[in-house]
């Protein structure tokens, strides 16, 4: 039997596709989908100009063209077109289910698909694995809302928590995950095929999860808007885990407008995770905060500390802050106290505890042959070749060698980093200084201070330095979406920072 080229394979799910030849991604000339909205793409299916059906086939015959050279994707849906029939006959009987009717999504290979596709966190160990018995929460709830989920993406391995040295947007399973902008830039991780997907148009929008920096960074330098919500508004079950205390699945849009839907659809209490009793405590409809004066009266606390040396990036953000100020924000410097510094070893610790009583938990319900991290640590060292040609396991073997969640070291440490970043650091500014919110460069410290706190952040295309997008961060309190949304929104609608990636044509 010949074997499948990758582009073969990607394509095998949607049958007929590659006979469509729809090299500039267009029906009958008249639609073009590159930078398309959701709400765009709404339109022109209430016209008529386009189908679920000819979007699946659009954007699947765009991954076909582009991402060989990207490797974003690592799976195509070969039920797509099926499911993108039966929304497009709902369509046609009067029945709409909203803005992401017949949609297509992308979604990060760690989130549990109860399909024909797998689920495998870019390792080799779970390509064999027995499918999910159910969808993860988040795919369940895209699905209901309409959504065609249109495939995989590729992710750093294990969401980036396997070596101290790894590199980020590569993976066992897909390789190495490619920057549009600048093909040997870093992606960054581990929701790296997710930000580059949507950013090179190869879906109308996509999910990607974080722990630390996960949903943001790769947001940040692919040039697209991205929303890590606070924890607990978005369901954690059937996502393969790091650390249940950060753990969150947000969406990764071209457009504020486009994540703000997404996050609609994708929230809501779930009896499978207990933590989501307080998702009643957010909004239902996100997108009802899309107001392009949202800025007028703000209050934003600006936080320079983690600015760097840099001189662009310099410029650029006090740049972004001259926007923020002309459209009625008033700015009021700011400063985390410096014992958030002091506290990195007390963060790893907690992610090494959460990893491994969290990852057990998971493969054990899973069915998988390898049942337990210590599993997986040997299949990685029996398949060094193809799981280890780059980098090791250290984050693995030291997470093994931790005890329980009753420890008392991972309880004092976790205790510590919960006070700095909630009572004493996001929650202390607020109080202190009155504001609504806190602007920052959409970089490591400030993103890391909102994901370890639990709380959200939302990061928007701002710029360029030397070819690669940079992003401006709002953040704040648990459950203020809706400000930031309003903020991000605002500021998106000045300045319309983003530009699409010019591509490299793919290899014939």
């Known amino acids: 039997m010949k074997k499948q080229t990758r582009r073969e394979f990607l394509i095998a799910g949607a049958a007929g596709v590659a006979a469509l030849g729809l090299t500039r991604f267009s029906v009958d000339g008249a639609v073009d989908i590159e930078e398309a909205t959701i709400a765009d793409l709404q339109s022109k ?22 991402d060989p050279k990207l490797r974003s994707v690592v799976e195509i849906n070969p039920d797509a077109l099926a499911i993108a029939d039966i929304l497009d006959n709902e369509r046609k009987r009067g029945k709409f289910r909203g803005p992401m009717h017949g949609i297509p999504v992308l979604i990060k290979d760690n989130i549990d698909t109860a399909d024909k596709m797998k689920t495998t966190a870019g390792s080799l160990a779970l390509i064999d694995a027995p499918v999910p018995k159910r969808d993860a929460f988040v795919a369940k709830k895209l699905r209901a809302a309409g959504a065609v989920i249109l495939g995989k993406t590729n992710l750093s391995e294990w969401a980036n928590f ?26 960054c991780g581990s929701s790296a095929g997710s930000g580059v997907a949507v950013s090179a148009n190869l879906c109308a929008a996509a999910i990607g999860t974080e722990t630390n920096g996960s949903i943001i960074c790769p947001s940040t330098r692919n040039g697209v808007v991205g929303i890590k919500p606070t924890l607990g508004l978005v369901s954690r079950s059937g996502i393969i885990p790091i650390a ?5 699945a947000g969406p990764m849009c071209r457009t504020v407008a486009d994540a703000a839907a997404v996050l609609s659809a994708i929230v809501g209490t779930d009896k499978s995770d207990a933590i989501t009793a307080d998702a009643s405590k957010g ?73 491994k009583t969290d990852l057990n938990k998971y493969l054990a319900a899973r069915g998988s042959q390898y049942k337990t991290l210590g599993d997986l640590i040997k299949y990685n060292n029996d398949n060094k070749e193809k799981e280890m040609p780059i980098f090791a396991q250290e984050l693995f073997e030291q997470s093994e060698a931790k005890g329980g969640l009753a420890d008392k070291a991972y309880l004092d440490s976790l205790a ?23 602007v920052a460069p959409s970089t490591g410290a400030a993103w890391s201070i909102a994901a370890v706190a639990g709380y959200p952040f939302i990061t928007v295309p701002a710029g360029f330095i030397n070819g690669l997008p940079v992003g401006i961060g709002f953040f704040g309190k648990a459950f203020t979406e809706p400000a930031l949304i309003k903020f991000a929104y605002a500021f998106e609608q000045k300045t319309k920072a983003r530009r699409k990636p010019e591509y490299i044509p793919a290899s014939q």
């Open 283 to 355: 909004a239902k409809d996100y997108t009802k905060f899309l107001e392009a004066d949202g800025l007028k009266g703000a209050r934003l606390g600006v936080v320079r500390q983690y600015l760097g040396n840099n001189a662009d990036t310099k410029r650029i953000f006090e740049a972004q802050l001259e926007v923020l100020k002309i459209a009625g924000a008033t700015l009021i410097d700011v400063t985390f106290p410096e014992e958030l510094s002091k506290l990195g070893d007390d963060r790893l610790s907690v992610l090494l505890y959460e990893f």
């Open 162 to 187: 396997r070596s101290t040295k790894s590199v980020s947007g590569w993976s066992g399973r897909g390789g190495q995950t490619n920057n549009p902008y600048i093909l040997d830039k870093n992606p």
């Open 244 to 248: 249940h205390t950060q753990d969150t």
């Open 45 to 66: 299916m209430r016209s008529g100009e386009l189908t679920a059906r000819k979007l699946v086939e659009m954007y699947t015959a765009r991954i076909s063209e582009i």
């Open 416 to 438: 510590r980093i919960k006070s700095a970043t909630r009572e004493n650091g996001i929650d202390a500014l607020v109080a202190r200084h009155n504001i609504d919110a806190l």
